[in-house]
């Protein structure tokens, strides 16, 4: 509840979650470039699985898991069973940790065993039963994270009185007063009318073909991207993680100072020894 009060509104907040951003996207890569540096890899997933954990939330995790096997399976073009494995003793690992301390009161392990399984499969299968709601009752909760969400955020950011509903609302979807508060990622896209959701995802599916093709061919840019988008791939059904511009930039100014700082530097000191080559031979 801390992390969704300070959400906008902490300096203190913003430079950590920024943190844990950079250290989700050096994590991936460190592991691209493992090779001859299997410690530092090591290092940077550790530092990166303990800062996600340290908010409470599953996502970030969740997230590293899925961008590791994903550039693992783009750099080998086999599926690495061993490397799967690990990364799914993590994935649930860190779920359960988290569902154990945040969700759950973390006072004895064995008699939350069976809730904690229960929300594996709430988080599961409540997205889809929910957004089935959300379809049939469309104002029975307030849409949260349209498309034009960030221009908001600038303008809150600017002193403006912006009201932003960061967290989706819980609803009733089964017996026992079960409720969640995941629709998929559809849900975000709702504004723009049923046919426009439509349109809108299979615009993002042709972008995501796109790099990925450019990912399989070699290109780092694009290998980072992917691994990166590939979450909203595999988390689709339970929300939007296709729409994070300022997140998005990050990974582009992170990929642009390790992959093609150093090679642009390169050429700007072999042109300016040329010049003063030059320079000395007319002297």
């Known amino acids: 509840m801390s992390v969704v009060e300070e959400m906008g509104k902490s300096v203190a907040f913003i430079i950590f979650g920024t943190l844990i951003d950079l250290s989700f996207i050096i994590a991936l890569v460190a592991f691209y470039e493992r090779e001859g540096h299997p410690k530092r890899a090591l290092l940077a997933i550790t530092l990166s699985l ?10 970030g995790p969740l997230s590293l898991v899925v961008g590791l096997i994903c550039i693992d399976w783009i750099k080998t073009r086999r599926i690495n069973w061993k490397f ?3 990364m799914l003793v993590i994935f649930v690992a860190a779920t359960v940790t988290i569902e154990f301390y945040v969700h759950l009161g973390g006072d004895s392990l064995q008699d939350k065993m069976v809730p904690i399984f229960q929300n594996f499969v709430l988080y599961a299968s409540g997205g889809i039963v929910g957004f089935d709601r959300v379809v049939r009752e469309p104002n029975i909760v307030p ?31 089964g017996p026992h007063s079960l409720t969640n508060n995941v629709y998929t990622m559809y849900w975000e896209y709702l504004f723009l009318g049923y046919f426009g959701a439509i349109l809108f995802t299979g615009l993002i599916g042709l972008l995501l073909t796109l790099i990925y093709k450019r990912a399989l061919q070699g290109g780092r840019f694009c290998i980072l991207l992917y691994a990166v988008l590939f979450r909203g791939v595999v988390f ?15 990974v582009l100014v992170v990929s642009w100072l390790i992959y093609a700082l150093p090679e642009r530097w390169g050429e700007f000191k072999r042109l300016m020894g040329i010049a003063v080559k030059a320079e000395l031979v007319k002297g």
Do not use: C
């Open 143 to 173: 849409g949260i994270n349209p498309i034009y969400v960030t221009y908001l955020r600038i303008l809150r950011r600017l002193g403006g009185h912006v009201e932003i509903p960061e967290v989706a609302d819980f609803i009733s979807i």
């Open 236 to 250: 689709s059904p339970f929300t939007d993680y296709f729409l994070m511009a300022y997140f998005f930039l990050k």
């Open 84 to 86: 799967v494995t690990v």
């Open 50 to 59: 303990g800062m996600g954990i340290l908010l409470g939330q599953k996502v």
